[in-house]
């Protein structure tokens, strides 16, 4: 990302749930959008209130002294209120476009916790004992005319949200030659009745053949979620579900756990990744259908955030998908139907007591 913005001539957009100072090789965020405002690069940033509620006021003070337009998504304040307020409504979508060109898009969030990862230091102890561990996330590099998709959700957020003038020129410039790959852009949003990418990824559990593996950060399937995982399973599809061992809510994870025994009992394969906080959000169905993105396999997701997500068609990028997720395997603990059985009664204590919350997470 900070290279990607270091390269900026133009433009640059940046839409983040959590977006806060960061550094990077020694160089702090705000002090790169800072130049790159000084050497005439037009910045605007879309940042969630609830994700972003304690990012530090002189970060945005200095961003906004030196001319970066920011934008508050939803303030929490009903005073505040714009089109489409709802104090459960939230811009979960993490993306940085620059100069209409190149895009980054995926879970990764312009947050401190992920230092320990980006720059070797250990990530600080403020948000507590989740942040001692390095956070494990995956994002997608766009070129081509994919990027065009991104940038017209940005400016439709930008615009619903009453965010100022933009100075368009060079937006949505020439693609040029369009890679080996098909991509299709994926904005989500409480609005829709069925957002776009819970169709599809639904329709492609339904229809998949051969294997179905899934990095989830939060799993809390829906129903139907929860049946196309079961269906494929019984189908004699692989299906393997790649899960936090630990993360930042005690609650999610329990809940998580709740619905193993369902799932285990029809052939489908748990593991749960060990060392790391995985916040990945992955998908890969046979061999040529994907998905990176944002949402999580989640009520919420579906819901209540607004998300964006990218469905590429083409064996390569499985391929390099399938090779993070066998990485990744072979860093995790499988879950036996046996031994989840006999687990420890304060552990099936948990899973009881959160999950009648399981909607509210």
Known sequence: MFAAIRRA??????????????????????ELLVNRRAAGVQIAVIFDAVGSAHTAPTFLETLRHAGVQLLRFNPLNPLDAR?????????????????????????????????SAASGRAAGPKRGRATMCRWRDTDLLLTGPAVAQ?????????????????????????????????????GSAPACDRPSYYNALLASLRSASSRVWITAGYFLPTAEQN???????????????????????????AVQ???????????????EREGVILHAKTVIVDDSWSAVGSSNFDRRSVRFNDEVDV??????????????????????????AAAWRARPWLQRAREWFWKPWEKLL
């Not at 599809?237 to 061992?245: H, M, Y």
């Not at 590429?312 to 860093?331: I, N, Y």
Request: glycine share 10%.
């Open 311 to 336: 469905v590429v068609v083409g064996a390569r990028t499985s391929k390099a998908l399938a090779r993070l997720f066998l990485a990744d395997m072979r860093e995790a603990r499988r879950i036996e």
């Open 257 to 271: 756990r709740s619905g193993y025994a369902e799932l285990l009992k029809a052939g489908v394969q748990i593991y």
């Open 150 to 186: 991104l940038q017209q959700l940005f400016l439709e957020h930008w615009v619903e949200q009453e965010g100022g003038p933009l100075q368009q020129v060079g937006f949505f410039p020439l693609s040029g030659k369009s890679g080996p790959e098909r991509v299709g852009i994926l």
């Open 83 to 115: 089109r489409g307020w709802s104090p459960n409504r939230r811009d979960h979508r993490k993306i940085l476009i620059v100069d209409g060109t190149v895009a980054i898009v995926g879970g990764v969030n312009l947050s401190s916790s992920y230092e």
């Open 227 to 253: 049946a196309a995982l079961i269906g494929a399973a019984r189908r004699r599809v692989d299906v393997r579900l790649l899960l936090p061992s630990h993360n930042d809510s005690t609650a999610a994870l």
């Open 9 to 30: 001539r133009r433009c640059v957009q940046l839409e983040f749930y959590v977006f806060e100072e960061v550094h990077c090789a020694g160089e702090k965020l705000s």
